[in-house]
């Protein structure tokens, strides 16, 4: 997970400059650093070798309810959500109706609901099947694998993946697109590689400190600079 917070002015003197991805990605780092630590130090403690069904849970619930909508505003409603949901083997035994029944009251999106009911199906089903560490070998160790699951696309894939433990990911953003193109960039991996050299870091948290800035200071005068 990596919620907002609301921040006051003080943040200004953190605003980066468009001039040079290096420059920018120090008082991304120095933002992130100041103000979303705890998130930062929480997302790189993860070790996918470690994730639990429970853990793994909880980030499908965040990366699919983010999907199309802020961080800011998930994170407002996220923890009467969790407790809506349950616990994935209650909420497998559910049917799908029932399961929207129980959560849309929290948020009313039954695509999104019904997505995370029929995960909480697979995983039921794949830790009985297999047990839960072959079950995620198999099936979720890879950005590639977890496109298969309900809702999981092409770039959430990315999210989801750095958020359990594979840090070597970087989710192509809006964000982090228009900074790519902006610096003329291939993809958004390249950019996020010169970034990040020499800090030690591994790509995923490159990839976090760059959107938390971004998302907090926008990137709106990027696609103006495109339209013109």
């Known amino acids: 997970m990596e919620p907002h917070k609301t921040l006051d002015s003080s943040i200004e003197k953190f605003r980066p400059s468009l001039d040079n991805p290096k420059v920018y990605f120090?008082?991304?780092?120095?933002?992130?650093?100041?103000?979303?630590?705890?998130?930062?130090d929480q997302i790189a403690s993860v070790k996918h070798d470690e994730v639990?069904?429970?853990?793994?849970?909880?980030?499908v619930q965040w990366v699919t309810h983010a999907t199309g909508f802020s961080a800011k505003a998930v994170g407002k409603f996220f923890p009467r959500l969790t407790e809506a949901y349950g616990p994935y083997e209650?909420?497998?035994s559910m049917s799908s109706d029932e399961a929207v029944a129980r959560v849309k009251t929290v948020c009313n999106n039954p695509q999104k609901i019904k997505a995370v009911h029929k995960t909480a199906i697979l995983?039921?089903?794949?830790?009985?099947?297999?047990?839960?560490?072959?079950?995620?070998?198999d099936n979720l160790s890879t950005p590639k694998m977890l496109q298969?699951?309900?809702?999981?696309?092409p770039i959430t894939c990315y999210h989801l993946a750095r958020n359990i433990g594979l840090l070597d990911c970087v989710k192509p953003d809006l964000h982090l697109i228009r900074l790519a193109e902006h610096w003329g960039f291939p993809d958004c991996?390249?950019?996020?590689?010169?970034?990040g050299e020499g800090s030690g870091l591994p790509l995923g948290l490159v990839d976090l400190a760059v959107w938390y800035s971004c998302s907090t200071f926008g990137t709106l005068s990027i696609r103006k600079e495109g339209q013109r």
């Open 189 to 195: 991996v390249s950019m996020c590689k010169t970034m």
């Open 148 to 153: 298969e699951l309900p809702y999981i696309g």
């Open 26 to 40: 120090e008082k991304a780092l120095a933002f992130t650093r100041e103000f979303y630590k705890n998130e930062m």
């Open 90 to 92: 209650e909420l497998a």
């Open 123 to 137: 995983i039921k089903k794949g830790f009985e099947k297999d047990g839960w560490e072959k079950f995620k070998k």
């Open 52 to 59: 639990s069904p429970s853990f793994f849970f909880r980030e």
